[in-house]
């Protein structure tokens, strides 16, 4: 398929890039490297760098475009608290101009890159697509806007679509991984601790109502969560919007997080255990039944050493490429 990948420059959005260019379809990435880095930008994809509203139009020539893939977002959910006008504007507001883009130019599919906190504080676990959705920060807030006019698009104008919700992505594929300016996410900071680059982790967090008081999560890894979106092109179905959880189906508490980057690092790494961080739910467990009974879905490195083990092996080999190396 002819495809636009938006978001291809970050780090979901560059490792999917490559699952495609590596299943044969034909990639153009539009990344405003507002978070991005151009040097992820894969070898066989097209780049063209500016913000979706501005370039979809562009890019999306009338009948010649078999799908969007879009990853371009803000995703921090503390950020997403303090600046919520940023994510209205960066997620919403851009997102409509793309799928504006898309009806104007016939282009008939498109794979959404929704989120687990769409649910917000979840009433129990493992968390189903029917469960309700109700975020608990700005963030999650604009991702399930998205999802709402999706589906009106969907109806309305035959597009076909499919929004995935991811849990906790981590791990790396392909030379590309998590190399960010602002680093919030677990598993790359541990991994920054561990080389150096950092003085020790915060824990945030260690009166939660789990095991070990600490939040849990279900981290899936980058190249199974990849796969699905491949799957996701293949199955769509025109005027149809279908939404499906993308884990691994198990929860880590923070603190077992921290022992398997120790373990798999070899590393002693200072914690200190702090406040929990705002918006923050205590669990997130997906099921991910439907999308293996849907689209056909084999998660298949969901070993919580693999994932940190591969996102070591991407963390090493950045050198002086790593952002946290200069910070
Ligand atoms: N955490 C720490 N110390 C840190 C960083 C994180 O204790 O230095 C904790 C967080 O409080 C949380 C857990 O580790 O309990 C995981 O935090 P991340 O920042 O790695 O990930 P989040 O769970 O906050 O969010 C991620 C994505 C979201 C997505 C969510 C869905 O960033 O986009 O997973 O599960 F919505």
Redesign the pocket.
């Given at each position: 398929m002819k495809l636009l990948v938006t978001g291809g420059a970050g780090y979901v959005g560059s490792v999917c890039a490559r699952v495609l260019l590596e299943a044969g379809h034909d990639i153009t990435i539009v990344d405003n490297l507002s978070t991005g880095n151009a040097d992820a930008v894969p070898d066989g994809a097209r780049f063209v760098e500016g913000n979706v509203r501005d370039v979809a139009a562009t890019v999306l020539d009338p009948g010649d475009v078999d799908g969007v893939v879009h990853f371009a977002a803000q995703?921090?959910?503390?950020e997403s608290v303090e600046n919520p006008q940023k994510y209205w504007h960066g997620n919403v507001v851009e997102t409509l101009a793309l799928l504006d883009a898309m009806r104007d130019a016939g282009t008939p599919r498109l794979v959404f890159s929704s989120?687990?906190?769409?649910y917000g504080e979840p009433e129990s676990v493992p968390i189903l697509e029917s469960s309700p959705a109700r975020p608990t920060n700005p963030?999650?807030a604009t991702?399930l806007a998205i999802d709402t006019a999706i589906s009106g698009y969907c109806a309305a104008y035959g597009l076909a679509a499919t929004s995935l919700?991811?849990?906790?992505?981590?791990g790396a594929h392909g030379g590309a991984g998590e190399n960010r300016v602002i680093e919030?996410?677990?598993?790359?900071?541990?991994l920054q601790a561990a080389l150096g680059h950092r003085a020790g982790?915060?824990?945030?967090?260690t009166d939660?109502p789990t095991d070990d008081g600490?939040?849990?999560?279900?981290y899936i890894h980058v190249y199974d969560l990849a796969q699905a979106h491949a799957l996701a092109l293949q199955a769509s179905t025109p005027g149809r919007h279908d939404i499906f959880n993308l884990?691994s189906g198990t929860g880590f508490s923070?603190r077992q997080?921290?022992d398997t980057c120790m373990t798999v690092t070899g590393a002693e790494i200072p914690v200190e255990e702090?406040g929990?961080?705002a918006?923050?739910?205590?669990v997130?467990i997906?099921s991910s039944d439907k999308a293996i009974a849907e689209l056909g879905w084999k998660p298949d490195r969901t070993d919580l050493s693999v994932i940190v083990s591969d996102a070591w092996d991407f963390t090493r080999s950045l050198g002086d490429r790593a952002h946290s190396a200069r910070a």
């Open positions: 995703s921090l959910v503390g989120t687990a906190a769409t963030y999650g991702k919700r991811y849990f906790n992505v981590a919030t996410h677990l598993i790359p900071i541990v982790v915060k824990i945030f967090g939660y600490t939040a849990v999560r279900d884990g923070v997080v921290i702090t929990r961080r918006g923050d739910p205590a997130l997906a």
